[in-house]
């Protein structure tokens, strides 16, 4: 290519002294000429590139293919070979829940066994392995590092709600809860239909709370009904994998903060475990066929005491070394692998979705197949039976951290004179960065299910509600000391504001929610007969009499 140069000079008669700067410059223009080439040639490619690898991911990769993984077996739901397992309140010491008893109670045939393991060995073997490694998500939703989106969704928090028909009714009061805890996070409320899409409530009240509603994007629907028909607790998986954020606080819609928990998301401690979860009431009941399936076994190694050891011991200083213990004289869930005892509760869950990408896949799959599988073989129709254990055996088979907050919930009530006893009414969960098991701890949840903030249950209910003797109570006295403020007043002043039209009073009934949401509006009569009885005097009683004047108002 030189030679060729100079003769080309040559041939153009161009002096010495010239020629040498020409020659230079004809280097130089190659040079750029070349390099200009190769990245033409990569630009081309560009578009293929970004359109494979920057682009958000399409919903439909979690779902595509899905129908292989279909178990095609009677269904195990109320499939007992005699009667369902013991609902044994963690407390209740009076039986031991050996792999021999738990084994014993659903009906699976060989046959059922077999295509179990062989959906999901497949799932997880194969549909989460491609999802990884080949269509490459980063997380349990849409985003991709190398999407200019990443920059704002990574770190992102928030709250995930469900919404749609009486449930955006309770969401409503839980979002107003959570701003009266001074938190400020944006809230997503998830509507799982268009025709649940109420606009005025979506498009003009919760962007007053930073808060919106997501609907069920309808590729998401139309791929999960080629699988299942979906309702109930699958909704919540769909909420996560849906909502705008990389780290989710996701609450039931009877579940209301009673502190600002903003503070879990920037903890060590979620920065390292990822995936924080509560206990629930119950015992165990997982079945031991659960881990044959899940291909996660447990081992005859006891790695903790039970309390009903201690109880068959007598004495603490008598119990057993652990590796004395067997399957056969110790409760299951006491050994190395299995799921830990006490069950979980889901109405509250705090998870990254990056970090627990594999989690959730997991419990994505537990959850499209749970009533009919999962469901069953994770609490054997015992207390609670649904998507609770889920999240915490998907994180257990896949080996990812959590952290089970060890303080047990808070039984919340009053002292019933009619029933002369203590009568609960929520239950209390503590904080988990403070709570110690034998101290007293900070509260930061109230999971408010009996009554839930219904109009007809409220109003069925109000003589457990506001009458006792024929005075009013407090449904929730004994947890003023620890939140420092009164719980009734608060939750009741935002529910009458919303149910009672005719509140009479401007600052408070311009939110009246019957004119943005048709739960409370179609019932204008009956709300006003039952704010009228139970509802206005009540309030009122509990403004007049409460020891907490700094409780905030709404």
Known sequence: MLLNLSSVLDSWKIPMSTRKRSFWKVIFLFVVATLFLKSFLRLGSVPQVEFLFTQTVPYNVFFDGMENYAIDAKSLKDNYKVDKADSLGIDQTTKLLTKDYLKEILNIDPQTLKKLKKSHHGYVNVHMEHLIKNVKIDTFGKQRKTHPSWRDYSKSKGYVIIGGGPYSWLSYLVVKQIRATGSILPIEVFIPSQKEYEPEYCEEILPRYNARCIVLDPEIGALVLKVVKIGGYQFKMLAILQSSFENVMYMDSDLFPVKNPEHLFTSQLFEEKGLFLWPDAWARTTNPYFHDIAEHPVIEKKVRYSDIDRKLANDQSLLPELLLYTFQNSNFHDFEGSLPDPTSEAGIL?????????????????????????????????????????????????????????????????????????????????????????????????????????????????DLVYKDEKTHIRMYESVYENVGYDVDLRLLLAFVIGVCK?????????????????????????NNKRCEEVYIPHLEWLKETTKYKNTLLY
């Not at 749970?370 to 609770?388: I, N, R, V």
């Not at 039984?411 to 006893?421: L, Q, R, T």
């Open 350 to 462: 705090v998870v990254n979705k990056t970090s627990h990408k594999r989690t959730l896949l997991l419990a994505l799959y537990y959850n499209l197949f749970g009533p009919k599988f999962y469901y069953p073989l994770l609490t054997q129709g015992s207390a609670g039976e649904g998507d609770k254990e889920t999240f915490i055996a998907a994180a257990t088979v896949m080996n990812e951290t959590y952290f089970h907050t060890p303080k047990l919930f808070k039984w919340i009530g009053y002292e019933s004179v009619d029933e002369g006893k203590f009568v609960s009414k929520s239950l209390g969960h503590y904080d988990p960065l403070t709570a110690k098991p034998e101290e007293e701890s900070s509260l930061l949840f109230m999971h408010c299910s009996y009554p839930k903030y219904y109009t007809d249950w409220f109003y069925s209910n109000h």
């Open 502 to 526: 005719n509140l009479n009073k401007d600052k408070e009934n311009d939110q009246w929610a019957g004119n943005f949401l048709s739960y409370i509006g179609k019932d204008v009569e009956v």
